[in-house]
């Protein structure tokens, strides 16, 4: 069973840091494309984030130069640093992958208010 748990958000302040990290199990990991979504209160959810199997890696332009995702193919984990973070950031932070249908973490919340 392909389970996906997110941990690392919180309430920080405009131009602070948090390190998001998502627990995979159930799956060959490594093997695998995996990304972070986003969803803020009343807009649709977003990609963030993607980093191939390679590790190549792809970004959301309004992230871009901000947020650098990463992985640890031992420890099965899936990493979103977010460095100079923005209100707009403001989002429920969701771990994701697809394997011939789509997996989802819980989520986790990030709240940047002064």
């Known amino acids: 069973q392909v389970r996906l748990v997110e941990s690392g958000g919180g309430s920080v302040q405009p131009g602070g840091s948090l390190r998001l990290s998502c627990a995979a199990s159930g799956l060959n990991f490594r093997l695998n494309t995996v990304d972070w979504y986003r969803q803020a209160p009343g807009k649709e959810r977003e990609m963030v984030a993607t980093?191939?199997?390679?590790?190549?890696?792809n970004y959301a332009d309004s992230v871009k130069g901000r947020f650098t995702i990463s992985r640890d193919n031992v420890r099965r984990t899936l990493y979103l640093q977010m460095n100079n973070l923005k209100p707009e950031d403001t989002a429920v932070y969701y771990c994701h992958v697809n394997l011939q249908r789509e997996f989802w973490g819980q989520g986790t919340q990030v709240t940047v208010s002064s």
């Open positions: 980093i191939t199997s390679a590790h190549a890696t």
